[in-house]
Every structure is written in C-alpha cells, then in structure tokens.
C-alpha cells in the first residue's frame, strides 16, 4: 500500500455515499491490478500483446458506472475498466488474451476486438473509427424501440481524425439520437502529439460545428466524470440527443507495450504521475475517513486472488484444436431458409417494380425492417423504388440519410446490434467505396469474430449501357465475392428479383444485391402479386443442350439470350447464376460435365473477376470432360467511359457472339 498524501486533484463528492464512493476506487483498483500482472506476463512471453491504460482509469469505470448495465458501451483498446466493471468473468478475459475456446472469439482475434450481448458491450476493431457509426444504429434502434436507453461510444483524440469520427456526429446529430460519444483525448496517437494531429483548442469544440453540446472532463477526476456523466446520460434518456465529451487524461504507457514511451518528455511523465487517478483518490477518499487500509488490503486480496484463480483456470484449459468445419460453419450465422411458393395471380412487372414491391411487402412482414438510403423517403428514391413507402410505414422505418455511406453502413450495423434489420441503399453501386471499410471489415468478419449477426442488406444499382460514365456505371461484385462473411446476389430478371430480395432480408448474414440499371426498365416479365422467396445458391438452367454451357449473370443474361436467339442451331444450356455467393457449383459442374465446352460472361472488366474463379473452377473439377479451354469474355480493363460509342466498345457483349462461335469450333 502506498503512502498517504493530500491530494493532486480537486474532488466533489456531491451527494454520493461512501459505498458509491469505495465503489468507484474498487471498480478503479481490479483493471489497474489486473494490468499489472499483464505486464509481468508479456514480458514472460504468456500473451502475445498489451494495450495499456494505466492513468485512463477513471474514464472507463466512471462512465460505466454511470450508465445502466443494459445500455451498450462500445469501449477501445485502453478500456478495460468497461468490461471489469461490467463484471466480466476474469477467466473469459484471460481466456480471450491467451487464444482460448472460452475466450469471446475463439481464438479468432486478440485483446479487446471482440463485444458481447450478455454484458451489452461491443467491441472495437483496429480501422477505430466504423464504431463511432456502430453506436449510431444501437441508439437507433433504441429511440425506434422508445426504451429511453443511451448508449456510450469512445475514441481516442488519434480517431478524431477519422472521416467516420464526422460522418458519424453528423449523423447522430441530424437524426438526435442518445449517443455520449466520449474522447479518450491522451495526447499521443501512437507517438503523434496531439499538436500534429488537430488545431482547434479542444476537440470539445468540433461538437458546435455539429450541433451538439460538448464538454471537457478532467479524465483522471472519477467523481467529476461519473456524476457528469451520470447527470447527462438520464438527460439523454429523457430528451434524446448526442452530447460529445473530451476528457483531458494521459498514456503513460506505450501505444502497446512494444512501442515505449521514449518519446514523451520526461517532465510531462512525471507531471501525469503525480495525477494519476487512483493513487489521488485513495488520498481523498483517506482523507474523507471513507477509506482505511483495512478496507484496502482487503480489495488488493479479493483482487488477487480473483485474478490468480482466473488465471491458473485459463492455464489449465487446453490450447484450441484447428478444425476446418468449425472454422467454416462459424463465417456466416445459421439461415433456416423458409420456402414460401408464389401464388398463381401474377401480374407483369418491370424489374424495378418487382424490386419495389419485393421490398414493400418485406417491409409488411417485418415491422423491425428499416430502409436507409439518400433520397429514398419524400422523393423516393433516384429510381423511384421506395415512392409513397414514407406515407406506407413512415419516416421512422424509411430514413433519408445524409451523403456518408460509411456511417450508414456502420448504423445498419449498430441496428442489427440491437436487434433490427436494415436496408441501405446505396444510390449507385459506385458509392460504395465510401463505405467499404465497415462492409469488408466489420459486417463480414462480424459474425465470425464473435457470433454477431449483421442482418443487413446493401441495394447495390450497378451496370453500364446507360452512358453514366466512370462514377456511375461500375459493376463491382467481385470486390465482395472475395469476402468472406459476405454474401452476393445478382438476379437478372423481375420475378428472380422479387423472390431473392425477399430472401436477402430474411437473412440474418450481410447481402449485397446487385440490381442492374439498364435492366430496371427494360426487362418485364409475370410475377406473383403475393410475398414469396426464392434460395440462395441455385442458378435457373434457362436453357439447356449439348454443344456447350454458357454461364453468366445480371445483363450477361440477356446478352447471351440475344446471341442465342441469332444463332438457333447453337444447342447451348445458359445458366444464369442468380447468386455469386453462394455459388451453385454443382449445377456449373454438371452442366459442363455434360457439354464439354464452357464459356463465362461477365460485365465486369476481365482481370481478377469471377469469371476468373469460376473457370479455375472448372479446369480443376473438369478438365478431363473439356474439349476446348474455358473461355472468359469480361469488358475492357479501362474505367467505363461515358460517350455511347465508347461505352459499347468498352462492353463485353461485343465479343461475346465471336468468341461463343470460335469456342464451338475449337
């Protein structure tokens, strides 16, 4: 125990009672005991890493205390005072640093990359920024459930750099939603200080610019940052709004512990030490009578002891066994797949009318169903799919956002968090780049990392022949069939895209669905009035015959249609894969097995597209039937040019009726 000396910091207990009081330094003491060992076990080689919070103590366990313990906090790497104080099993934790089955992850990732449902706390990843959004849809879904629950959010100073640090106070900002989004500002960014990284005076004062109320905290003052926080948080539960706290703290630590510390001035060490959180509250609460070291020894011996049985049990479980099936099975969340038969009344419908009713009448079976997009509620939409759902299910449930996809992806995601499904419009499947991090990153490996469904589907309008240029007409699956956790959807034809939308919602796992815009109001075709659902991973065999199989999807249909309708003689089955990911690889087998020429047409630019997996696909499974090479026809490896004549020069269809021909007379 140390000595006892007055105190470097200025407390109000307020009203507080002593046991809240001998509380908060408990709740303080267990991460600071705990880091300590940690160190004398990275340095013993027994775990692989430490991120450090030593000093920070106070801002994790007084902003969990103040919050209830069914409210979500989304803590970073420094905060292991969130999940002591939430009163995690030691043995879980340990479990988790040390790659063990009981651990939240599985092994699948390290440290504090990892939420849990049971304790209401989501964890980071290292991109920081997408979880700023993530807490965006908790609170979402907490005003549209109307619990009068907030939600807690931290980041670093370093974060606040992020474009999705902005996206996302933008956000919470325009749509009030209850977000305390608190700033761990601890002056360094790895070893950037904080004078190159921003030049206001204090990142408290980018909430004006968003219009949200702002505060600075004394983060090492655990009475000043409880009863603040405490005091707001029952004010958000009240009147619903974002607030954004700065507390002014220090690392006194390494970024992680391999990083040290020989960067920071040595009088700025020292100036920290001497206000370090705990020691200086031990003074006070000393001072006050509160504390004796009878009431101290004894914390530091539960402490201890809870800490060594953690971890002689976590020792003693076995080391994780690898088994490919389990790793598998774990990419995606179990979808029991309902087939519900269209009815017999059909009526003929554009391709973007079976879109539009695809997803009115999912938004009837579903009353947690919320659409998300820019222009998609009063206007209805740029292609005018979601026109008059505002006067059907109202502003709540079809939501106009503001132009940051990334945030908006990152809310879907907060959204299926608490228990919603989404659909985010992306008004071109271009756009999506703005939000690619939080889809590859965060939804993909979501369900895998710790068993989090993303229950959410991205409306991807895709494709050129429609002279939209370089920005507006890519086609751009093969970015996301290469992501595992993902799952990609592209019908080619009104009834396939009612019935594949409807199962794409129903989905707990993240789908991308392509919708082709030269196809929205070209193509017609009978479809069923009522809701129905079509599966995943079955292509449609279109036509069938015995000279060769042409295998495509989206307009690379319809392109192939129009060659076989030339060529009558040509006896051809065309599959039309329907969906990328699952992939029916039996029927492309099959098909091929049977024909002994393949050839595969896609849109997309040739190179690194799925025609490309696809025909290693069959060279592996089907050489010995082929009688010709695979064939790939993909457009030009340019960007899509605007002028019409360009464009169709730049289109694979062109080449696709000569290179069919030239495959049949290999």
């Known amino acids: 125990m140390a000595s006892i000396s007055e105190s470097n910091i200025a407390y109000n207990k307020k009203d507080l009672d002593d046991k809240t009081l001998l509380k908060l330094y408990y709740n303080m003491l267990k991460p600071r005991l705990i880091e300590e060992k940690m160190l004398i076990l990275l340095r013993q080689g027994k775990i692989s890493k430490w ?84 807490a965006d849809g908790i609170a979402l879904g907490n005003l549209l459930k109307k619990n009068g629950q907030v939600t807690a959010v931290f980041t670093g100073e370093g974060g606040t750099s992020e474009g999705d640090f902005h996206e996302a106070l933008n956000v919470a900002s325009v749509w009030q ?3 305390i989004f608190c700033i761990e500002n601890n002056g360094y960014g790895l070893s950037t200080p904080t004078e190159q990284q921003y030049r206001c005076e204090n990142l408290a004062d980018r909430g004006k610019g968003y219009g949200i109320d702002a505060y600075i905290l004394d983060g090492n003052n655990i009475l000043e940052v409880y009863t603040k926080v405490k005091e707001l948080a029952e004010s958000l539960r009240k009147r619903p709004r974002p607030v954004l706290i700065e507390f002014k703290t220090f690392r006194r630590r390494g970024h992680e512990e391999a990083s040290g510390t020989k960067y920071v001035p040595e009088a700025k060490m020292k100036a920290w030490e001497a206000k370090d959180p705990i020691d200086n509250f031990k003074n006070f609460l000393y001072t006050e009578g509160i504390l004796t070291p009878e009431i101290e020894a004894q914390y530091e011996a539960q402490i201890k002891t809870e800490i060594t049985t953690a971890l002689t049990s976590a020792y003693a479980e076995s ?20 087939d519900i038969k269209p009815n017999l009344k059909v009526e003929e419908l554009r391709f973007v009318d079976a879109i539009s009713e695809g997803l009115k009448q999912s938004m009837e079976q579903h009353n947690d169903l919320v659409i998300m997009g820019q222009d998609i509620a009063e206007y209805g939409g740029v292609f005018k799919i979601t026109d008059g759902f505002v006067e059907a299910f109202g502003t709540d449930r079809v939501r106009n956002t503001p132009i940051c996809e990334s945030a908006i992806v990152e809310t879907a995601m907060g959204l299926s968090i608490s228990g919603l499904k989404s659909v985010v419009e992306m008004q071109f499947s271009d756009f999506v780049t703005s939000g690619f991090n939080p889809i590859v990153n965060y939804l993909a490996k979501s369900h895998y990392r710790w068993a989090q469904a993303a229950d959410i589907v991205i409306r ?59 196809l929205y109001r070209s193509i017609r075709q009978d479809v069923p009035t009522d809701y129905y659902t079509l599966p995943f991973g079955k292509a449609s065999i279109l036509k069938e015959g015995e000279s060769v199989s042409i295998i495509t999807y989206g307009a690379g249909v319809h392109w192939a249609l129009e060659t076989l309708e030339k060529h009558p003689n040509i006896s051809a ?94």
């Open 177 to 179: 939603l209850p977000v």
């Open 460 to 518: 991807m309008p895709c494709g050129g022949g429609v002279a939209a240029g370089p920005f507006h007409s890519q086609t751009n699956e093969a970015w996301f069939t290469k992501t595992p956790g993902l799952k990609v959807v592209y019908p080619a034809f009104p009834f396939d895209a009612k019935g594949l939308l409807t199962s794409a919602i129903n989905d707990p796992n993240p789908v991308l669905f392509f919708e082709h815009k030269a």
């Open 51 to 134: 991120f450090s919070g030593i000093g920070q103590e106070a801002i994790s366990v007084g902003v969990t205390m103040a919050l209830k313990s069914t409210e979500y906090i989304l803590p970073m790497h420094r905060n292991l005072g969130v999940f002591t104080t939430r009163k995690i099993p030691l043995h879980r934790l340990f479990c988790q640093w040390q790659g063990k089955l009981s651990g939240f992850t599985k092994g699948r990732d390290r440290s504090f990359h990892f939420g849990t449902q049971d304790y209401k706390i989501v964890g980071m990843i290292s991109h920081l920024g997408p979880q700023m959004g993530v």
């Open 319 to 338: 080391n994780i066994t690898p088994n490919e099936s389990n790793e598998l099975n774990d990419v995606y969340k179990e979808f029991n797949y309902q």
């Open 573 to 666: 089955d065309l599959i039309d894969l329907r969906t990328l990911q699952p992939l029916d690889s039996n029927a492309i087998i099959a098909s091929v097995k049977k024909t002994g020429r393949a050839i595969i047409l896609q849109e997309d630019s040739l190179f690194g597209g799925i025609a490309s997996d696809l025909s290693a696909l069959l060279m592996e499974t089907c050489f010995e039937y082929l009688d010709a090479p695979v064939k790939r026809i993909g457009s030009l490896e340019t960007p899509i040019p605007f002028a019409s004549q360009l464009e169709d020069q730049y289109l694979g269809k062109r080449k696709f009726e000569k290179a069919l021909i030239s495959l049949l007379a290999y």
